[in-house]
């Protein structure tokens, strides 16, 4: 008798699991559900609620990722301040949940003061990358085909180093570091591993508004980091699959913006290019 061969893992039956959405799922599983499974019965979208610093991030991390595909004595030919300009409409006023002008002037700045310190320190900008290839879609590889789980994301900056091996770096705009707890980087360092050859040997956060230049953090043991980030993603499946994601606070500062929104208190304000209804309190 031939032995029965196992069918083949169908990856838009599975859960997928990111460093966004087990953030979410952490802080609170009711959040996870409105960002990340809910879809508005009206026209089957996901939404999401803007904010001003999600606008400012947004669009920084835009001018960033456009680099990297650029050889690197050209990355800086063009002044940063440019392309940060030329994105900005599209986050510019309500887009960016902005309710005054004097708000947005104010977000503009800093996000030119960012640039402007890459411009001034480019460090690892003007230096080799590594670009996943991955065609149109997210980066993303089985992290248990038996589970049924993907792991997804996109890793800000890949640095080429001079013994072959890569440096993975994240670019921060907020005003606060990351937590040490933070599976981030664990997540980083797996989709690394699993979708490109070289070693990474270094791992670092990039807090573009207070430094000018990254700050090189413990790299995670793989099998730690594929552990912690497979235990979160199974109780993210179970949660699917009993249909229970109650917040722990019965309404907390993470999952009451989203639940206004289903009240009707949220404005709906542009669609994104994945089709998730972006809108603003």
Same mark, same amino acid.
């Given at each position: 008798?031939?032995?029965?061969?196992?069918?083949?893992?169908?990856?838009?039956k599975a859960v997928w699991a990111s460093h966004?959405? &087990?953030?979410?799922?952490?802080?609170?599983?009711?959040?996870?559900?409105?960002?990340?499974?809910?879809?508005?019965?009206?026209?089957?979208?996901?939404?999401?609620?803007?904010?001003?610093?999600?606008?400012?991030?947004?669009?920084?991390?835009?001018?960033?990722?456009?680099?990297?595909?650029?050889?690197?004595?050209?990355?800086?030919?063009?002044?940063?301040?440019?392309?940060?300009?030329?994105?900005?409409?599209?986050?510019?006023?309500?887009?960016?949940?902005?309710?005054?002008?004097?708000?947005?002037?104010?977000?503009?700045?800093?996000?030119?003061?960012?640039?402007?310190?890459?411009?001034?320190?480019?460090g690892p900008i003007t230096r080799k990358a590594?670009? &996943?290839?991955?065609?149109?879609?997210?980066?993303?590889?089985?992290?248990?085909?038996?589970?049924? &789980?993907?792991?997804?994301?996109?890793?800000?900056?890949?640095?080429?180093?001079?013994?072959?091996?890569?440096?993975? &770096?994240?670019?921060?705009?907020?005003?606060?570091?990351?937590?040490?707890?933070?599976?981030?980087?664990?997540?980083?360092?797996?989709?690394?591993?699993?979708?490109?050859?070289?070693?990474?040997?270094?791992?670092?956060?990039?807090y573009l508004d207070q430094h000018d230049e990254?700050?090189?953090?413990?790299?995670?043991?793989?099998?730690?980091?594929?552990?912690?980030?497979?235990?979160?993603?199974? #109780?993210?499946?179970?949660?699917?699959?009993?249909?229970?994601?109650?917040?722990?606070?019965?309404?907390?500062?993470?999952?009451?913006?989203?639940? #206004?929104?289903?009240?009707?208190?949220?404005?709906?304000?542009?669609?994104?290019?994945?089709?998730?209804?972006?809108?603003?309190?």
């Amino acid at each position: 008798m031939e032995p029965v061969s196992k069918p083949k893992p169908d990856k838009f039956k599975a859960v997928w699991a990111s460093h966004s959405s &087990i953030s979410d799922f952490l802080k609170c599983p009711r959040l996870y559900y409105l960002r990340n499974v809910y879809k508005d019965p009206r026209n089957n979208h996901k939404f999401t609620v803007m904010t001003p610093a999600l606008a400012l991030g947004g669009v920084v991390h835009e001018v960033i990722e456009s680099l990297s595909t650029l050889p690197s004595e050209d990355r800086l030919s063009i002044h940063l301040h440019q392309r940060f300009e030329t994105l900005w409409p599209k986050v510019t006023g309500e887009l960016g949940g902005f309710k005054t002008h004097e708000e947005e002037q104010l977000a503009k700045e800093r996000g030119k003061r960012m640039l402007q310190r890459i411009m001034d320190h480019p460090g690892p900008i003007t230096r080799k990358a590594v670009k &996943i290839k991955t065609g149109d879609g997210l980066p993303f590889y089985w992290l248990s085909e038996e589970e049924n &789980i993907i792991l997804c994301g996109k890793i800000d900056w890949i640095e080429y180093l001079d013994d072959g091996s890569v440096h993975i &770096i994240d670019f921060k705009t907020g005003k606060h570091e990351e937590d040490g707890e933070s599976l981030q980087l664990p997540i980083y360092a797996l989709l690394s591993k699993n979708m490109q050859k070289r070693v990474v040997s270094k791992a670092s956060y990039w807090y573009l508004d207070q430094h000018d230049e990254s700050k090189e953090v413990t790299l995670p043991d793989v099998v730690d980091a594929y552990n912690k980030v497979f235990e979160v993603a199974k #109780r993210m499946k179970l949660a699917r699959q009993i249909n229970h994601f109650k917040c722990p606070k019965d309404g907390c500062f993470a999952c009451r913006p989203f639940e #206004r929104v289903l009240k009707g208190e949220g404005k709906l304000v542009s669609v994104s290019s994945y089709g998730q209804d972006i809108y603003i309190l």
